[in-house]
């Protein structure tokens, strides 16, 4: 697409990234807090199936919780293609709604509960990088990078290999596996619906 031969910026300069309809919905149904670790999870892999169930992009979410009490602050999902902005991955737009909702940029601040933050699919070479300026001290994750990228064909980019070790070092800790099989059959569902696959440059 072309630009015009000057974009008329005094009309617009800002980015929004907005969860769609149903999402809200789903959180407002949500307890206030759910206690058990795999329930978690359930319910961010559920969300990962109704983004592709309604269109509204990726099959990725992703969750913020208070780590001891379970208390929910917010699931979001992946919102590449309808926002068209390649950086609204699940975990992109679920920190920064957690942060927007506690009203900090840091969500290991002091004062504040553990928070812990759950995902489908181990984050890609972006999303890790905005793991530890996050804030948050504890990852818990069901697919691995390779799942993702076997099951959908979704390029994880150059993840470091001593990711776990990285954000261990930084306090951080990581869980892998959790509720696995779940997570892999929404990316299987996702492949076999021949779905986008949105790789930058399309996949060159
Ligand atoms: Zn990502």
Redesign the pocket.
């Known amino acids: 697409m072309a630009l015009p031969r000057r974009h008329p910026y005094k009309i617009k300069m800002n980015f929004e990234i907005t969860l769609p309809d149903w999402a809200i919905s789903e959180l407002e149904k949500l307890p206030t807090h759910i206690p058990k670790l795999e329930d978690r999870m359930r319910e961010v892999i559920r969300f990962s199936r109704l983004n592709i169930e309604h269109e509204t992009g990726g099959p990725f979410a992703a969750g913020v919780f208070e780590k001891e009490s379970g208390r929910v602050v917010v699931i979001g999902v992946n919102r590449v293609v309808p926002a068209n902005c390649s950086s609204a991955?699940a975990?992109i737009v679920t920190l920064s709604l957690a942060q927007k909702i506690l009203g900090t940029w840091d969500l290991g601040g002091p004062d504040m509960p553990e928070y812990q933050f759950i995902v489908n699919g181990q984050?890609?070479a972006?999303?890790f990088g905005s793991i530890p300026w996050s804030g948050v001290r504890d990852v818990i994750v069901a697919c691995s990078g390779e799942d993702v990228e076997t099951l959908t064909g979704f390029d994880e980019g150059p993840v470091h290999p001593e990711w776990v070790a990285e954000l261990e070092k930084r306090g951080i800790s990581v869980t892998e596996g959790v509720l696995r099989e779940e997570a892999s059959s929404v990316f299987r569902d996702y492949a076999s619906s021949g779905a986008l696959v949105y790789n930058g440059r399309s996949g060159d």
């Open positions: 991955h975990e984050p890609c972006m999303c």
